[in-house]
T-cell receptor
Framework: KAGVTQTPRYLIKTRGQQVTLSCSPI?????VSWYQQTPGQGLQFLFE???????NKGNFPGRFSGRQFSNSRSEMNVSTLELGDSALYLC???FGQGAGKLFFGSGTQLSVL | QQQVKQSPQSLIVQKGGISIINCAYE??????FPWYQQFPGKGPALLIA?????SEKKEGRFTISFNKSAKQFSLHIMDSQPGDSATYFC?????????????FGTGTRLQVTL
């Protein structure tokens, strides 16, 4: 079974731009969560989607948004990029409830210049 | 505040030794405590997990010890190997209605030397 696939792997943007990251979960998994990983803040929860509905949201500004499609694939969007948005963005999928049993992708490394 | 505090920040252990990483949590509503292992350039991978009604869980060389009254849990890696060199994160699950999310510790960078 294929794992969680995130694209692109690396991304370089400039301040003020917007970016869209993509995540394909493991086949059959209906829950997709997004996390931001930085050296200073560690792993921070962004949001979780289940059956196209956002179930939970972390403490991030409204510039961070996401959505999930009927095939469970998910996208995350960051508008008006700031230097501090530079991070590894990780997508994780799970079959249903039980966020502990998450399967992570390798992430998208976003650099904002 | 739903925090998970993890220590030490970094750890150097000789091959064959025991690696011990500790975590403490505050919210007694947490009901699932996984450990994740992350290698450079990869996402975290679930290593082992425990529920609060169990005091210990062992899988191969990896053991979680859980102290519910102290709100602490720890990961023990027996016979540590160079291939275990990675960053380890403890985490806790917090259920809010039908949603759930992980709260992670700050991570421990483990280096196993020859």
């Amino acid at each position: 079974k294929a794992g969680v696939t995130q694209t692109p792997r690396y991304l370089i943007k400039t301040r003020g731009q917007q970016v869209t990251l993509s995540c394909s979960p493991i086949s059959g998994h209906r829950s997709v969560s997004w996390y931001q990983q930085t050296p200073g803040q560690g792993l921070q929860f962004l949001f979780e989607y289940f059956s196209e509905t956002q179930r939970n949201k972390g403490n991030f500004p409204g510039r961070f948004s996401g959505r999930q499609f009927s095939n469970s694939r998910s996208e995350m969007n960051v508008s008006t990029l700031e230097l501090g948005d530079s991070a590894l963005y990780l997508c994780a999928s799970s079959f249903g409830q039980g966020a502990g049993k998450l399967f992570f992708g390798s992430g998208t490394q976003l650099s904002v210049l | 505040q739903q925090q998970v505090k993890q220590s030490p920040q970094s750890l150097i252990v000789q091959k064959g030794g025991i690696s011990i990483i500790n975590c403490a949590y505050e919210n007694t509503a947490f009901d699932y405590f996984p450990w994740y292992q992350q290698f450079p350039g990869k996402g975290p991978a679930l290593l082992i997990a425990i529920r609060p009604d169990v005091s210990e869980k062992k899988e191969g060389r990896f053991t979680i010890s859980f102290n519910k009254s102290a709100k602490q849990f720890s990961l023990h890696i027996m016979d540590s190997q160079p291939g275990d060199s990675a960053t380890y994160f403890c985490a806790a699950n917090f259920l809010t209605g039908t949603a759930s999310k992980l709260t992670f510790g700050t991570g421990t960078r483990l280096q196993v030397t020859l």
